[in-house]
């Protein structure tokens, strides 16, 4: 999605005794710390889903999802995947059965010339994967990602100023996705224009989705979060969500990317996401339709810059410094600190099992569904909790 997404642009716990250890028994444990067999019941039912964990329980558990593998979140899921996370890929096999649709990042539109659009990407596409991941979830969408790249200020405006222009795109559309078998577009064009041309962009959106449903093929449309980390309006709001409501089959909602380098502290600070949804849908009638985001990966902020973390490299942090684990109470985020040998204070947000029960619990509360960045970036211990 957006350039810090990665920017790179991605999910187990019985306790262990707290003995000190010495520094050479504590190198030898730490090869023999995780379990990979699978448990009889989820993360829930044995008590791992807790606000105070302790580091060795989640490098020990991480892997051990529950081995019934059934889906409990009643609304929508929509998974992303990616090219350069192969785990990802996995992970929609093996919870398939869990997600509604999914959308590989694979493709993008691209404007030729005056009515002439090119799709790219479709090398990407990988059929064989593809028949996997219906064969666990026969009902599942696939639904790409499609993302408007390489658009000058000019094309926007050609393209908007245009019935054909939008005609010659949806028709574009719809015959990619008929000779790919996909079953819709995830369009990733809003933020593009910085919040400009809105009543346009309505307009092109709603043409491209009823081209699409016409032929039984799904449009989700990213947004960006409907009230910014600073408490200004977004780009995106109640007036364009309602008008777009009645054809957007989904909103991808981005409510993570809260904090940045410059301003360190929680991905998604969940009083901040429950006023993106409800200043979105104040009312019930549409809300079933937006995906509430979740991020399922970390940040490791530090004074020389930010480094984004998936879930190896934060197990391989978690063995390496030991630390405490800490509960941001209004946030409702695990993080922890440890310095490195230069002394510089490194502070990591990462997702938990607590941070996501949060927030799946909140979605369930405001009738919305799910969409999740991105898969096999979070712990694997995380899909017990859908």
Same mark, same amino acid.
């Given at each position: 999605m957006r350039a810090t997404l990665f920017l790179c642009h991605a999910v187990a716990c019985c306790w262990l005794g707290s003995a000190t250890l010495s520094k050479t028994d504590a190198k030898k444990s730490h090869k023999a710390e995780a379990e990979t067999s699978l448990a009889e019941v989820s993360v829930l039912e044995r008590g791992l889903v807790v606000s105070d964990p302790h580091w060795k329980d989640i490098v020990k558990e991480e892997k051990r999802h529950c081995a019934q593998i059934k889906k409990t979140f009643q609304g929508p899921v929509l998974g992303y995947v990616t090219p350069w996370n192969s785990h990802g890929y996995d992970i929609a096999k093996l919870f398939g059965s869990k997600l509604t649709s999914v959308s590989p990042v694979w493709l993008q539109l691209r404007r030729r010339g005056p009515e002439i659009f090119? +799709?790219?990407?479709? @090398?990407? @596409?990988?059929?064989?994967?593809?028949?996997?991941?219906? #064969?666990?979830n026969k009902k599942v969408r696939m639904v790409p990602r499609l993302l408007f790249d390489g658009w000058s200020y000019q094309d926007y405006m050609s393209v908007l100023g245009s019935e054909d222009e939008i005609e010659e795109l949806g028709g574009e559309l719809v015959d990619v996705a008929k000779t790919e078998g996909f079953d819709g577009f995830t369009l990733e064009l809003w933020s593009q224009l910085g919040g400009n041309k809105r009543k346009e962009l309505v307009h092109l959106v709603k043409h491209v989705c009823e081209t699409l449903k016409a032929k039984r093929l799904d449009c989700i449309l990213v947004i960006p979060p409907a009230v910014t980390s600073t408490g200004q309006q977004g780009m995106f709001g109640r007036e364009e969500f309602e008008q777009l409501a009645p054809t957007v089959d989904g909103f991808s909602l981005m409510t993570y990317d809260y904090s &940045?380098?410059?301003?360190?502290?929680?991905?998604?600070p969940l009083p901040w996401v429950r006023d993106c949804v409800l200043q979105l849908a104040p009312n019930t009638e549409w809300r079933q339709k937006i995906l509430l985001g979740l991020n399922l990966y970390g940040l490791d902020f530090a004074g020389q810059g930010t480094e984004p973390i998936l879930g190896a490299r934060y197990i391989e942090m978690l063995r390496e410094h030991r630390p405490k684990m800490l509960w941001d109470e209004y946030s409702a985020e695990h993080y922890?600190?440890?310095?490195? &040998? &230069?002394? +510089? #204070? @490194?502070? +990591?947000?990462?997702?938990?099992l607590k941070s996501m029960h949060m927030r799946i619990s909140l979605a369930k509360e405001l009738g919305t569904g799910l969409s999740l960045w991105e898969l096999g970036q979070g712990l694997d211990y995380f899909y017990d909790l859908l």
């Open positions: 090119d +799709v790219t990407g479709i @090398h990407d @596409h990988d059929p064989g994967w593809v028949k996997a991941v219906r #064969k666990a &940045n380098g410059a301003r360190p502290g929680p991905s998604s922890f600190s440890y310095k490195r &040998n &230069n002394a +510089v #204070k @490194h502070v +990591v947000y990462y997702p938990s």
